[in-house]
Protein backbone atom coordinates (compact mmCIF):
# COMPACT_ATOMS: atom_id res chain seq x y z
CA UNK A 1 0.00 0.00 0.00
CA UNK A 2 1.54 3.13 -1.11
CA UNK A 3 -0.79 5.67 0.07
CA UNK A 4 -0.44 7.97 3.27
CA UNK A 5 -0.13 5.70 6.30
CA UNK A 6 -1.88 7.91 9.49
CA UNK A 7 -1.29 6.18 13.01
CA UNK A 8 -3.07 5.85 15.31
CA UNK A 9 -6.34 5.83 13.98
CA UNK A 10 -8.49 6.73 17.14
CA UNK A 11 -6.44 8.38 20.15
CA UNK A 12 -8.41 8.66 23.53
CA UNK A 13 -6.46 10.87 26.29
CA UNK A 14 -7.69 12.57 29.27
CA UNK A 15 -7.03 15.90 29.37
CA UNK A 16 -3.70 18.04 30.38
CA UNK A 17 -1.73 14.85 28.63
CA UNK A 18 -0.10 14.73 25.03
CA UNK A 19 -1.08 13.23 22.14
CA UNK A 20 1.29 12.49 19.34
CA UNK A 21 0.36 11.82 15.76
CA UNK A 22 1.96 10.00 13.23
CA UNK A 23 2.10 10.23 9.03
CA UNK A 24 4.25 8.61 6.94
CA UNK A 25 3.96 10.44 3.08
CA UNK A 26 3.22 8.22 -0.17
CA UNK A 27 6.68 6.92 -1.59
CA UNK A 28 8.50 10.17 -3.06
CA UNK A 29 6.68 12.64 -1.47
CA UNK A 30 8.50 15.07 0.78
CA UNK A 31 5.75 17.75 1.40
CA UNK A 32 3.63 16.89 4.15
CA UNK A 33 0.44 18.87 5.28
CA UNK A 34 -1.48 18.66 8.73
CA UNK A 35 -4.98 19.58 8.56
CA UNK A 36 -8.02 19.76 11.38
CA UNK A 37 -11.73 18.94 10.49
CA UNK A 38 -14.19 19.30 13.38
CA UNK A 39 -17.41 16.77 13.24
CA UNK A 40 -19.56 18.42 9.52
CA UNK A 41 -16.99 20.99 8.52
CA UNK A 42 -14.23 21.38 5.88
CA UNK A 43 -10.46 21.56 6.80
CA UNK A 44 -8.51 23.51 8.40
CA UNK A 45 -4.76 24.31 7.66
CA UNK A 46 -2.31 23.42 10.15
CA UNK A 47 1.12 23.18 8.81
CA UNK A 48 3.00 22.76 6.03
CA UNK A 49 6.56 20.72 6.13
CA UNK A 50 9.16 19.54 4.18
CA UNK A 51 12.12 16.72 5.25
CA UNK A 52 13.97 18.59 8.42
CA UNK A 53 12.01 22.50 7.84
CA UNK A 54 8.57 24.07 8.47
CA UNK A 55 7.54 25.85 5.75
CA UNK A 56 4.29 27.68 6.61
CA UNK A 57 2.70 27.17 10.26
CA UNK A 58 0.41 30.24 9.88
CA UNK A 59 -2.98 27.60 11.07
CA UNK A 60 -1.12 26.11 14.08
CA UNK A 61 -2.19 27.12 17.54
CA UNK A 62 0.91 29.53 18.61
CA UNK A 63 0.66 27.10 21.90
CA UNK A 64 0.59 23.42 22.77
CA UNK A 65 0.55 22.45 18.96
CA UNK A 66 4.20 21.43 17.30
CA UNK A 67 5.15 19.47 14.55
CA UNK A 68 8.10 17.86 12.98
CA UNK A 69 9.44 15.73 9.63
CA UNK A 70 12.64 14.50 10.51
CA UNK A 71 14.91 13.53 7.61
CA UNK A 72 14.52 9.49 8.92
CA UNK A 73 11.03 8.40 10.01
CA UNK A 74 7.45 10.19 9.60
CA UNK A 75 6.34 13.83 10.50
CA UNK A 76 4.78 14.06 13.82
CA UNK A 77 2.10 16.58 15.01
CA UNK A 78 2.03 16.87 18.81
CA UNK A 79 0.26 18.22 20.83
CA UNK A 80 0.77 18.86 24.94
CA UNK A 81 -1.62 19.16 27.85
CA UNK A 82 -4.75 18.53 25.50
CA UNK A 83 -7.77 20.42 25.96
CA UNK A 84 -11.37 19.22 25.05
CA UNK A 85 -11.32 21.67 22.67
CA UNK A 86 -8.76 19.77 20.67
CA UNK A 87 -11.08 16.64 20.07
CA UNK A 88 -11.23 16.65 16.03
CA UNK A 89 -10.23 14.21 13.22
CA UNK A 90 -6.87 15.20 11.97
CA UNK A 91 -5.72 14.48 8.98
CA UNK A 92 -2.07 14.18 6.96
CA UNK A 93 -1.55 15.14 3.04
CA UNK A 94 1.50 14.61 1.38
CA UNK A 95 2.39 15.87 -2.06
CA UNK A 96 5.50 15.56 -4.33
CA UNK A 97 6.53 18.23 -7.06
CA UNK A 98 3.11 19.26 -8.11
CA UNK A 99 0.22 20.63 -5.91
CA UNK A 100 -2.11 17.48 -5.96
CA UNK A 101 -2.42 16.34 -2.09
CA UNK A 102 -2.96 13.10 -1.17
CA UNK A 103 -4.88 12.33 1.87
CA UNK A 104 -4.33 10.07 4.87
CA UNK A 105 -6.89 8.16 6.55
CA UNK A 106 -7.13 10.22 9.69
CA UNK A 107 -6.53 10.08 13.45
CA UNK A 108 -9.74 10.83 15.33
CA UNK A 109 -8.85 12.40 18.86
CA UNK A 110 -10.88 12.48 21.61
CA UNK A 111 -10.27 14.11 24.81
CA UNK A 112 -12.43 13.47 27.50
CA UNK B 1 -7.87 33.57 5.85
CA UNK B 2 -9.23 32.81 2.73
CA UNK B 3 -12.48 32.31 2.72
CA UNK B 4 -14.07 29.85 0.14
CA UNK B 5 -18.10 29.13 -0.48
CA UNK B 6 -19.23 26.24 -1.49
CA UNK B 7 -22.64 25.74 -2.85
CA UNK B 8 -25.18 23.96 -2.37
CA UNK B 9 -24.36 23.20 1.34
CA UNK B 10 -26.54 19.72 0.73
CA UNK B 11 -28.01 18.15 -2.33
CA UNK B 12 -30.65 15.38 -2.23
CA UNK B 13 -31.08 13.61 -5.37
CA UNK B 14 -32.43 10.99 -7.79
CA UNK B 15 -30.53 8.10 -9.18
CA UNK B 16 -30.03 8.93 -12.57
CA UNK B 17 -29.77 13.04 -12.25
CA UNK B 18 -27.34 15.10 -12.63
CA UNK B 19 -24.98 17.13 -9.79
CA UNK B 20 -23.52 20.66 -9.98
CA UNK B 21 -21.89 22.60 -7.38
CA UNK B 22 -19.32 25.10 -6.90
CA UNK B 23 -16.84 26.98 -4.95
CA UNK B 24 -16.65 30.73 -5.12
CA UNK B 25 -13.79 33.09 -3.29
CA UNK B 26 -13.01 37.03 -3.43
CA UNK B 27 -9.08 35.67 -4.14
CA UNK B 28 -7.27 34.50 -6.95
CA UNK B 29 -6.34 31.06 -6.81
CA UNK B 30 -3.40 29.12 -8.82
CA UNK B 31 -4.77 25.63 -8.19
CA UNK B 32 -8.08 24.46 -7.63
CA UNK B 33 -8.75 20.73 -6.48
CA UNK B 34 -12.11 18.68 -5.66
CA UNK B 35 -11.80 15.63 -3.07
CA UNK B 36 -14.87 13.40 -2.08
CA UNK B 37 -15.12 12.50 1.72
CA UNK B 38 -16.52 9.27 3.34
CA UNK B 39 -17.71 9.10 6.64
CA UNK B 40 -14.59 8.28 8.72
CA UNK B 41 -12.16 8.49 6.09
CA UNK B 42 -9.68 11.18 4.47
CA UNK B 43 -10.31 13.20 1.29
CA UNK B 44 -10.00 11.35 -1.81
CA UNK B 45 -8.54 13.61 -4.70
CA UNK B 46 -11.23 14.04 -7.65
CA UNK B 47 -9.74 16.19 -9.70
CA UNK B 48 -6.61 19.16 -10.52
CA UNK B 49 -6.97 22.49 -12.15
CA UNK B 50 -4.23 24.11 -12.61
CA UNK B 51 -5.02 27.07 -15.21
CA UNK B 52 -7.80 29.73 -15.66
CA UNK B 53 -10.57 28.54 -17.91
CA UNK B 54 -9.17 25.02 -17.77
CA UNK B 55 -12.31 22.02 -18.54
CA UNK B 56 -11.32 17.98 -16.78
CA UNK B 57 -13.28 15.47 -16.68
CA UNK B 58 -12.54 12.40 -14.80
CA UNK B 59 -15.07 9.49 -16.23
CA UNK B 60 -18.76 10.83 -14.88
CA UNK B 61 -17.07 13.55 -13.18
CA UNK B 62 -16.13 17.24 -15.17
CA UNK B 63 -14.70 19.91 -13.51
CA UNK B 64 -13.94 23.67 -14.20
CA UNK B 65 -11.52 26.86 -13.61
CA UNK B 66 -12.97 29.51 -13.61
CA UNK B 67 -11.76 32.23 -16.06
CA UNK B 68 -11.23 34.72 -13.21
CA UNK B 69 -9.47 32.55 -10.85
CA UNK B 70 -11.72 32.92 -8.43
CA UNK B 71 -14.52 30.00 -8.61
CA UNK B 72 -14.64 26.43 -9.81
CA UNK B 73 -17.72 23.88 -10.27
CA UNK B 74 -18.17 19.99 -10.19
CA UNK B 75 -20.72 18.49 -12.67
CA UNK B 76 -21.55 14.68 -12.08
CA UNK B 77 -23.66 13.36 -14.52
CA UNK B 78 -25.72 10.07 -14.45
CA UNK B 79 -25.78 10.23 -10.00
CA UNK B 80 -24.93 6.45 -8.63
CA UNK B 81 -25.89 5.63 -5.16
CA UNK B 82 -22.13 5.03 -4.58
CA UNK B 83 -21.60 8.89 -5.27
CA UNK B 84 -22.36 9.67 -2.04
CA UNK B 85 -20.44 11.57 0.30
CA UNK B 86 -19.51 14.82 0.92
CA UNK B 87 -17.52 16.97 -1.87
CA UNK B 88 -14.95 19.92 -0.99
CA UNK B 89 -13.05 22.17 -3.20
CA UNK B 90 -9.59 23.00 -1.88
CA UNK B 91 -7.80 26.45 -3.65
CA UNK B 92 -4.23 27.09 -3.55
CA UNK B 93 -2.26 30.30 -3.08
CA UNK B 94 0.75 30.56 -2.18
CA UNK B 95 1.45 26.72 -1.34
CA UNK B 96 -1.25 27.37 1.26
CA UNK B 97 -4.46 25.50 0.73
CA UNK B 98 -8.24 26.40 1.62
CA UNK B 99 -10.89 24.13 1.70
CA UNK B 100 -14.90 25.10 1.20
CA UNK B 101 -17.35 24.15 3.60
CA UNK B 102 -18.37 20.76 1.58
CA UNK B 103 -21.51 19.58 -0.38
CA UNK B 104 -23.50 17.00 1.08
CA UNK B 105 -24.73 14.43 -1.64
CA UNK B 106 -27.72 11.92 -0.98
CA UNK B 107 -28.32 10.11 -3.93
CA UNK B 108 -32.00 8.41 -3.59
CA UNK B 109 -32.01 5.07 -5.23
Known amino acids: NAGVMQNPRHLVRRRGQEARLRCSPM?????VYWYRQLPEEGLKFMVY????????ESGMPKERFSAEFPKEGPSILRIQQVVRGDSAAYFC??????????FGPGTRLTVT | GQQLNQSPQSMFIQEGEDVSMNCTSS?????WLWYKQDPGEGPVLLIA?????ELTSNGRLTAQFGITRKDSFLNISASIPSDVGIYFC?????????FGTGTSLTVIP
Open chain 1, 93 to 102: ASSGQGYEQY
Open chain 1, 27 to 31: KGHSH
Open chain 1, 49 to 56: LQKENIID
Open chain 2, 27 to 31: SIFNT
Open chain 2, 49 to 53: LYKAG
Open chain 2, 90 to 98: AGETGNQFY
